[in-house]
């Protein structure tokens, strides 16, 4: 049994995947299954950010780029999306390797209060790993109503090498439009996008890998205690 996960969630995760697989909407499922585990709002976000049906997973799953070949493309990166991962897993954060292959953090607060240290040492470990992947050409995309925007711009430009930073109104709609290798965590993106490179969960895996909980292992654990159950 995962310590960090208690039966509840698990056996929420089994029921969630299993009603979007029905073809049951996202928010029904949702709502059902908080309701009938009574769920916290993190462990609600678990589910929301981290299952999926199996046709939305095998849709992302085919997108997915080889470490080795990103060097053939050109990469954009959901700058906020991937920065907040590795802040998370930098302050101690438990983050989550989703369904989908894909890892994700739970933070809600998004980027307030973020450490200036922990800013930079996440975007120290990102640079380090671009330089070893050599993307043909780095944009970097910022929303720039987030509070402090054009200054995280900058640090971004001081520590990359030749990356292109853009603030957007509409940070979504700036990464799918340049029809580029993505890097984000956004289900709606990446579900937009034709390919899909994880730099967050590359970096994470590589460097934190005892502080990532695997989903896909909770769900199947779920479903064995659930057929010992039935027998």
Same mark, same amino acid.
Do not use: W
């Given at each position: 049994?995962?310590?960090?996960?208690?039966?509840?969630?698990?056996?929420?995760?089994?029921?969630?995947?299993? $009603?979007?697989?029905?073809?049951? @909407?996202?928010?029904?499922? $949702?709502?059902?299954?908080?309701?009938?585990?009574?769920? @916290?709002?993190?462990?609600?976000?678990? $589910?929301?950010?981290?299952?999926?049906?199996?046709?939305?997973?095998?849709?992302?799953?085919?997108?997915?780029?080889?470490?080795?070949?990103?060097?053939?493309?050109?990469?954009?990166?959901?700058?906020?999306?991937?920065?907040?991962?590795?802040?998370?897993?930098?302050?101690?954060?438990?983050?989550?390797?989703?369904?989908?292959?894909?890892?994700?953090?739970?933070?809600?607060?998004?980027?307030?209060?973020?450490?200036?240290?922990?800013?930079?040492?996440?975007?120290?470990? $990102?640079?380090?790993?671009?330089?070893?992947?050599?993307?043909?050409?780095?944009?970097?995309?910022?929303?720039?109503?987030?509070?402090?925007?054009?200054?995280?711009?900058?640090?971004?430009?001081?520590?990359?090498?030749?990356?292109?930073?853009?603030?957007?109104?509409?940070?979504?709609?700036?990464?799918?439009?340049?029809?580029?290798?993505?890097?984000?965590?956004?289900?709606?993106?990446?579900?937009?996008v034709s390919k899909v490179f994880d730099i967050a969960g590359y970096i994470i895996t590589n460097e934190f890998r005892e502080r990532v909980v695997d989903v896909n292992e909770?769900?199947?654990?779920?479903?064995?205690?659930?057929?010992?159950?039935?027998?």
């Amino acid at each position: 049994m995962n310590t960090l996960i208690r039966n509840e969630v698990i056996n929420a995760l089994v029921d969630y995947k299993y $009603l979007l697989n029905r073809g049951y @909407s996202q928010k029904l499922s $949702l709502d059902f299954v908080t309701s009938r585990y009574g769920l @916290s709002s993190v462990e609600r976000a678990l $589910l929301l950010r981290c299952v999926h049906s199996d046709l939305d997973v095998a849709e992302v799953i085919k997108k997915k780029v080889y470490e080795s070949e990103v060097g053939n493309y050109g990469l954009v990166i959901d700058g906020f999306n991937v920065l907040i991962t590795l802040v998370s897993v930098i302050e101690g954060d438990y983050v989550y390797m989703c369904d989908d292959g894909i890892v994700r953090d739970l933070r809600s607060s998004k980027f307030k209060n973020v450490d200036v240290e922990i800013l930079k040492e996440a975007l120290n470990k $990102l640079a380090k790993y671009l330089e070893r992947l050599r993307p043909h050409q780095t944009i970097v995309v910022l929303d720039k109503n987030v509070s402090k925007s054009g200054e995280l711009r900058n640090s971004i430009k001081n520590v990359f090498n030749n990356a292109k930073v853009v603030l957007a109104s509409k940070a979504d709609i700036a990464v799918i439009s340049t029809n580029a290798l993505t890097s984000s965590s956004d289900f709606v993106i990446l579900k937009k996008v034709s390919k899909v490179f994880d730099i967050a969960g590359y970096i994470i895996t590589n460097e934190f890998r005892e502080r990532v909980v695997d989903v896909n292992e909770l769900i199947r654990e779920g479903l064995k205690n659930l057929n010992l159950t039935m027998n």
